[in-house]
């Protein structure tokens, strides 16, 4: 096991911190009963932040990047592409305790991405596993990939559109495509 600091990437201006608080609530009361592991579909670094939100209500949060689309966090850390991640123990490599990462935070860790080359995406393993680690967090929120494919195994979503991108027919769509991919999405973000 090993531990970062996160410090700089959960940096937020006292307004940002004040709407990101007001969503993890809404998100919380949405959550009730639907379950613990919440799936973010838009940008990486909003839904770390969303976690960081959960974190201070004083959640114990669990942060997973499942986005194998791209690999925001394990860039960020200049880890290096070796580091053992959530798409590594999908494929039988390591075990679900071995790829979490501590942070400077006691209630927040992290599970980076891992190796995404020649990735075969089996949505049996990675539900199998965050519902691992939904027994022993508050809450996990997973960052998922564009698709939703990752997300469609987690209890819920919330789409992140950046406010230039918003439309209402374009979040509209997208939630209909995400359901298509069995997501049950409880809401919009608009990230400014």
Known sequence: MFSVNIDKLIKMTPLE???????????????????????????GMSSFKLAAAFMEKEKRVLFVDADFSQEVFLGKYKLGKNLKGIFDYTQGEGTAKDIICVTNREKLDVVFTGNVENLRFDGT????????????????VVQ?????????????????????????LTAETRIAELDKNGCTVLGVIIDE
């Open 17 to 43: 911190a004040e709407s990101y608080a007001k969503a993890a609530d809404s998100l919380e009361n949405l959550l009730a009963d639907k379950g613990n592991m919440l799936a973010v579909v838009g940008s």
């Open 125 to 140: 393993a990675l539900k199998t596993v965050l519902e691992e680690y939904a027994k022993e967090y508050d809450l996990v």
């Open 144 to 168: 998922s990939d564009e698709q939703g494919r990752t997300a469609g195994v987690c209890d819920a979503a919330v789409l992140i559109l950046e406010e230039s991108q918003y439309s209402e």
